[in-house]
């Protein structure tokens, strides 16, 4: 606590994706010691050789690099990753890595699923911390649909601006995974090797291919420049509201166990206990919503002792793991019977929300959030189904603050605007999908997606077993 009695934790909510990536940019940039990063997924496109580029340039000013990525996602990469390491700055290390036959697909595929009840455990966390002062989290992964770059399909997404002395937990934390059994220098698998004369080369197609892009994206790259020559980054960490905070982040051990470990050291434990607490509203967020169920009986707890419980989540037609999404649709009735309120974001909006901050493409919702009687809030990388509460690593943080509180569900009312959201009710026992049209109300009786993505929610809903979506 300061003196003056208020919490030493200070926070802003990255509510679009200029100012997500924009801010990126700016700590990389203004780092004087040290950069942390932590990601599941690390995609190409422009945005992530801007960034590359700046944690290139820091190294170069000798900020220290710290790059630990989930291994997943890494096929195709692992020549870009090893030149990335062979800057003396720079060291980047996999989390949960597949040792042997990566060169080839079929060879990975028959790696992974020799070890898989330990290779489908993956680490979701997100982080980016600067100096072991400011840091980011959030729902976020690095690549242009995380960012609002992407011609095709974009996500919207939320991040949390973190000041205070939660980032040294969150350093913790990260030095906890770094150093984790689980976690190989990339030094230590057999990749690529190049020599300096080919990391010179890799450096310069880095920059080669990042002006390519950025000539193709110019109304983008505009946009960001007019962010960096606004002073955004220093305005965004001025004015950060205080509040009382506490890091709810996953043991990388979590992935050791052949079962999932006891409910009290997970990270939704406390979040249970928060939901149960509950007396007037509770707004959930979350891109994918597996209830199960444990789910089914809480939320419905709530609904009938009073409480108004909303969930937003993704349409068949806007997620992006329609398999999953079977996994919702096997609860979705039982919900509403239950007097749940269920929304679901439309690909195609008629409006566009705060929320969505695409420049091109459809949408699809990441965020993932909880909001407390309009109290307290809870922002990370956490996803309300059983694949992050037993099987893959999480972090967040669950904020005190009705400030806060406030933002999100004025966001999370936006998000779920008839314009932007189906409202899902009962008529005669079946489902229906309402939601405002060019031409004012409007229902549907059955909801809207592709062939080949409502083949695989129905193969999901009936076959999957929801413990593992």
């Given at each position: ?10 926070f802003r909510l990255l ?89 080839l697909a079929i060879t ?359 413990e593992w979506l």
């Open positions: 606590m300061t003196e003056a009695g208020q919490p030493e934790n200070r509510e679009g994706s200029m100012d997500a990536l924009g801010m990126r940019a700016h700590l990389a940039d203004t780092a004087r010691h040290t950069l942390d990063i932590q990601y599941y997924i690390l995609h190409d496109g422009l945005t992530t050789r801007m960034l590359i580029q700046r944690l290139l340039d820091a190294a170069d000013r000798g900020v220290k690099v710290r790059l630990l990525l989930d291994d997943m996602t890494s096929y195709g990469h692992d020549a870009r990753i090893a030149a990335l390491s062979c800057n003396d700055n720079i060291e980047v290390r996999l989390f949960n890595p597949i040792e042997s036959g990566r060169r990975r595929f028959l790696a992974f699923m020799a070890r898989i009840q330990r290779m489908h455990r993956r680490m979701h966390n997100k982080l980016w911390i600067v100096d072991g002062d400011v840091a980011i989290t959030g729902g976020r992964n690095l690549g242009d649909e995380y960012y609002g770059a992407s011609s095709q399909m974009n996500f919207s997404d939320l991040d949390l601006l973190c000041r205070g002395p939660l980032v040294k937990e969150m350093r913790d934390s990260f030095d906890r995974y770094w150093n984790s059994p689980f976690v190989l220098p990339v030094a230590k698998l057999r990749l690529f090797n190049p020599s300096v004369e080919e990391h010179r080369l890799w450096r310069l197609r880095v920059v080669d291919r990042m002006m390519s892009a950025m000539r193709e994206r110019e109304d983008y790259v505009s946009s960001l420049r007019q962010w960096q020559r606004d002073g955004s980054g220093a305005r965004l960490l001025d004015g950060m509201l205080p509040a009382t905070s506490r890091l709810l982040v996953d043991s990388p051990e979590k992935i050791g166990t052949p079962e999932p470990p006891p409910v009290e050291e997970l990270v939704f434990s406390p979040l249970i206990d928060r939901v149960r607490a509950v007396r007037k509203e509770l707004t959930l967020v979350s891109a994918y919503f597996v209830p199960g169920e444990l789910g089914i009986e809480l939320l419905g707890e709530l609904a009938a002792r009073g409480v108004r419980v909303r969930v937003l989540t993704n349409s068949l037609a806007a997620t992006d793991l329609p398999l999953v999404h079977g996994g919702y649709v096997a609860f979705r009735q039982r919900l509403l019977q239950a007097g749940v309120e269920l929304h679901e974001m439309r690909a195609h909006p008629d409006q566009k929300g705060r929320w969505r901050h695409p420049l091109r493409g459809s949408v699809s919702l990441h965020t993932k959030a909880m909001i407390f009687d309009r109290h307290s809030a809870f922002l990370g990388s956490f996803n309300m189904d059983p694949r992050s509460a037993f099987w893959n690593t999480e972090i967040g943080v669950l904020l005190e603050s009705p400030a806060l509180a406030e933002q999100l569900l004025t966001l999370a009312d936006q998000a779920m605007d008839p314009q932007i959201s189906y409202q899902l009710k009962l008529d005669d026992g079946q489902v229906r999908w309402h939601f405002t049209g060019p031409s004012g109300p409007a229902i549907q009786r059955f909801e809207s997606g592709t062939p080949w993505r409502r083949l695989l929610a129905w193969f999901s809903a009936r076959f999957a077993p929801s």
